[in-house]
């Protein structure tokens, strides 16, 4: 199912965490729902924008608010041969940095 919405590459690196995570009896790094940076939602009004950035790759940036709070995230997307997939996610953490979805994976 994974492998529906993100390239074959951070598909594994999904599946690899959960699978660590369940022979530790942990929770995995992603736990919660990367579409919307969070573990629960209440999505406001959604802005889209997508721009081609290289050959067969393009970036969307999404603003929504969720429970009232304003959020965005670039989805870093390919295109392969079965469609688009998502190849990274970045949102904004709460200290005004970044944070990727595959920089949950290589954390020390």
């Known amino acids: 199912m994974l492998r529906l919405y993100f390239d074959p590459g951070l598909a594994a690196l999904i599946i690899k965490d959960r699978k660590d995570a369940n ?19 209440e999505i406001g009004p959604v802005d889209i924008a997508v721009r081609d950035t290289a ?28 469609g688009w997939r998502i190849a990274d996610i970045t949102w904004q953490e709460g200290d005004g940095g970044n ?3 595959r920089g949950l994976f290589v954390k020390k």
């Open 99 to 101: 944070e990727t979805l």
């Open 55 to 82: 050959p067969d790759k393009a970036s969307a940036t999404v603003k929504f608010s969720n429970f009232k709070m304003p959020t965005t995230l670039v989805y870093d997307l390919v295109k392969l041969k079965g």
């Open 23 to 41: 022979k530790r009896g942990d929770v995995p790094e992603l736990d919660g729902d990367p579409f919307v940076n969070a573990q629960e939602w």
